[in-house]
């Protein structure tokens, strides 16, 4: 099922810790211990989503500092959303 | 180019204290010899992060090193995480706890905790405070492994916490800071926690070493625990913290060593630093330190003899104990610990008598304590 970047956002639950270093972001799941890594542009990425009052937005911002095809970066998106979702390390909210 | 062990640990050390002149040379002895050496010796984040600059003469090294060190932060960062919320709820309960070596240097003297690696957290409570404790951690989640128990054979007590089989964060509770008698009250809790210092970066309540008694007991640990292991990970430790103190620390320092019996210790664990990281010591501490060893016979520096059985560590044990009855005591626990720990340990899914246990373990225990280290 295709996601609505207009009416989402992206939230961070409070058992999530962030840590950037050596090039990579972590993000860590405090009730589980799972974590994630994100590269560069991962880190990226995850930044316009957290900051954006919605992933379109972010989509938006993304698109227009990457040399990026959008309906890959639509992908792209979509893909790590799923991620992080499925780890507890973020949540759509949807209208 | 062939490098001996003894130049590949030379090599590191120059590059953990910024010398990356010699990555070139590092690079030649080989990715996975490099790993295994750096990962043995604790510093296999700190050269990642020092051969981050050099890249382009070891760009294959820094690739594997730095992945290495991803997974590193990814668990350091987990067990931050554990360790404040372990901290506030000792915190919580009323129970003073200190935090001990690697875990509290991480956020006290390293640029970042991740750069220095360790398996366990090493926290020191109150003696009397032990069941607080075991219940505080209990509620958390920890788990205690099978381990070989008593009042005398142990000062500390593994905790583990697990998730789907694997450790997330092991605690190392002490309510003495080693287990040979003679370096069990060198330091004691009371005294620590009256100068202890604040470690901001685990939460309001965490605290740790106040900067000499961190030397005296880096200094004794590699020693006492660790038979006078020369990994760099112990020499950088005390590299850092020695680099940290004051004039007056330093004064406080020698005052301290020279009374607790571990002046030998310290000076060596100095010397070892210096050599590796060009330590800077304040010439009246070293020349200090000869004339007052010269002065006292410090039974402590008998463990700086290489090469010495297990067994001498218990004579020094007994020696160091006041009445037969304690002596007795210690030599109970050693041969016969616990029956959960003999079968768990032993034979988990065997009916053999405890009898045959305890002593097949004794038959194999004699070779082990007879062997040079």
């Given amino acids: 099922m295709s996601l609505s970047f207009a009416s989402s956002r992206v939230l961070v639950p409070d058992r999530v810790v962030t840590r950037a270093a050596q090039g990579v972001t972590i993000l860590l799941n405090a009730d589980t211990g799972g974590y994630f890594m994100l590269d560069d542009t991962g880190a990226r990425a995850w930044e316009a989503l957290t900051s954006s009052a919605s992933i379109q937005e972010a989509y938006e911002r993304l698109l227009s500092a990457y040399d990026v095809a959008p309906d890959v970066l639509r992908r792209d998106l979509e893909d790590l959303l799923q991620s992080l979702e499925a780890q507890g390390l973020a949540e759509v909210c949807r209208a | ?373």
């Avoid at chain 2, 992945?67 to 932060?73: M, N, P, V, Y």
């Avoid at chain 2, 987990?78 to 935090?99: K, N």
């Fill in chain 2, 1 to 373: 180019v062939s490098h001996s062990a003894e130049q590949l640990d030379s090599l590191m050390a120059a590059i953990v204290r910024g010398d990356s002149t010699r990555a070139v040379d590092l690079a030649a002895c080989g990715i996975e010899r490099v790993r295994r050496a750096a990962s043995e010796h604790g510093v296999l984040p700190l050269l990642a992060e020092r051969l981050r600059g050099a890249a382009p003469v070891a760009a294959d090294l820094v690739g594997a090193l730095e992945a290495d060190l991803r997974h590193g932060i990814a668990s350091d960062l987990r067990r931050e995480v554990d360790l404040r919320q372990t901290l506030a709820a000792c915190h919580r309960r009323g129970l003073d706890v200190l935090v001990l070596k690697g875990a509290a240097l991480a956020y006290t003297h390293y640029p970042r905790s991740d750069l220095r690696p360790r398996v366990d957290t090493d926290l020191l409570i109150p003696e009397d405070r032990r069941s607080d404790a075991h219940e505080t951690l209990t509620a958390l989640g920890f788990r205690r492994p099978e381990q070989v128990t008593g009042q005398l054979v142990m000062s500390q007590a593994m905790y583990e916490k697990r998730r789907d089989g694997v450790v997330l964060h092991a605690i190392d509770l002490h309510w003495r800071i080693a287990n040979p008698q003679l370096f069990s009250g060198v330091l004691t809790f009371e005294e620590l926690d009256r100068r202890a210092v604040p470690i901001p970066a685990l939460g309001p309540s965490a605290r740790g070493l106040a900067g000499p008694d961190a030397l005296v007991l880096a200094c004794v640990h590699r020693v006492a625990h660790h038979r006078d292991d020369d990994s760099l990970i112990w020499l950088y430790d005390i590299h850092l913290v020695a680099s940290a103190l004051t004039e007056e620390e330093w004064r406080t320092f020698r005052a301290l060593a020279a009374e607790r019996g571990v002046l030998t210790i310290c000076r060596q664990g100095l010397a070892r630093a210096a050599a590796r990281f060009r330590t800077v010591i304040p010439p009246d501490v070293v020349e200090g330190h000869e004339a007052e060893t010269a002065r006292t016979d410090e039974g402590t520096a008998a463990f700086l003899r290489r090469g010495r059985p297990q067994l001498n560590t218990l004579i020094s044990d007994l020696g160091a104990l006041r009445s037969w009855t304690a002596r007795g005591r210690l030599l109970r626990e050693h041969l016969f610990p616990p029956a959960s720990y003999m079968r768990g340990a032993y034979a988990p899914s065997s009916r053999a008598p405890l009898a045959a246990l305890y002593a097949w373990r004794a038959a194999r225990g004699a070779w082990r304590w007879l062997r040079r280290g």
